[in-house]
C-alpha cells in the first residue's frame, strides 16, 4: 500500500535560516513518483517538484533543493534562506495509480 | 492561464441538506481528483476519475456521498444528507496523467460547513 509520512507537522524558523522538511515514503512498486506541493494560505496547492523512482539525482531550484535517497525511503526538501514568503503548508506526495499525499507540514517564517 | 474552477468557494448549509460541488478541469486533462482536506485528516483522496471513467472511490462514505463526470468539463461531488463531520474544504485537482507521472493543478477548493 502507499503511503506518505510527514513526521513534523509545523516548524518555525527566523528568516534566512535554512529548513529542511522531511518526506518518508512506503510503496511496494518499483515504478512510482514522487512529488513536492505548496499550500500557501490562499489555499490552492501549487506543484514544485517530480522525482520518479528511477532518477535519484539531487535537484536545486534558486534556494529549494530536494534529496531523495531510495535507500532510506526519504524524499527531503530544503530551503536555503528562507523568507517570509516561504510561510505555508508543504505536502509530499506519491503517484503510482494514485496521488497520495502526506499531512502536510506547517512553515512558519519569521521577520 | 488555465485554471480548474471549482464552485461554490464557500458553502454554510445545515445537517441533512444536500450539498453539490462542482468542478470544471482544465481542458485537454484526462483525469479529475477529490479531495477533502481537514486538520485532523490532512488530505484525503476521496475519488479520481480518468478520461470521464471512476477509478477509484474507496475513499468516499458510499451512504451519503456521490462522484460523477458527465461530461468532460464538469465534474461534481455531492454529498445527501450532508452532516456536520463533513465540514472540511474539499479539492478539486486535474491533470494529464498519460503515465502516471504529471502534476496535479488544483482549484481554490470549496469551504463546506454543515451546522
Known amino acids: 500500500a502507499q503511503k506518505v509520512t510527514q513526521a513534523q507537522t509545523e516548524i518555525s524558523v527566523v528568516e534566512k535560516e535554512d529548513v529542511t522538511l522531511d518526506c518518508v515514503y512506503e510503496?511496494?512498486?518499483?515504478?512510482?513518483?514522487l512529488f513536492w506541493y505548496k499550500q500557501p494560505p490562499s489555499g490552492e496547492l501549487v506543484f514544485l517538484i517530480r522525482?520518479?523512482?528511477?532518477?535519484?539525482q539531487n535537484e536545486i531550484s534558486g534556494r529549494y533543493s530536494w534529496n531523495f535517497q531510495k535507500s532510506t525511503s526519504s524524499f527531503n526538501f530544503t530551503i536555503t534562506a528562507s523568507q517570509v514568503v516561504d510561510s505555508a503548508v508543504y505536502f509530499c506526495?506519491?503517484?503510482?495509480?494514485?496521488?497520495?499525499f502526506g499531512t502536510g507540514t506547517r512553515l512558519k517564517v519569521l521577520a | 492561464d488555465a485554471r480548474v474552477t471549482q464552485t461554490p468557494r464557500h458553502k454554510v448549509t445545515e445537517m441533512g441538506q444536500e450539498v453539490t460541488m462542482r468542478c470544471q478541469p482544465i481542458?485537454?486533462?484526462?483525469?479529475v481528483f477529490w479531495y477533502r482536506q481537514t486538520m485532523m485528516q490532512g488530505l484525503e483522496l476521496l475519488a479520481y476519475?480518468?478520461?470521464?471513467?471512476?477509478?477509484?472511490d474507496s475513499g468516499m462514505p458510499k451512504d451519503r456521498f456521490s462522484a460523477e463526470m458527465p461530461d468532460a468539463t464538469l465534474a461534481t461531488l455531492k454529498i445527501q444528507p450532508s452532516e456536520p463531520r463533513d465540514s472540511a474544504v474539499y479539492f478539486c485537482?486535474?491533470?494529464?496523467?498519460?503515465?502516471?507521472?504529471?502534476?496535479?493543478?488544483f482549484g481554490e477548493g470549496s469551504r463546506l460547513t454543515v451546522l
Open positions: 481542458l485537454g486533462h484526462n483525469t
Open positions: 485537482a486535474s491533470g494529464q496523467l498519460t503515465s502516471w507521472a504529471g502534476e496535479l493543478f
Open positions: 506526495a506519491n503517484l503510482r495509480l494514485k496521488y497520495i
Open positions: 476519475f480518468r478520461n470521464r471513467a471512476p477509478l477509484d
Open positions: 510503496t511496494r512498486d518499483t515504478t512510482y513518483y
Open positions: 522525482r520518479n523512482s528511477f532518477d535519484e
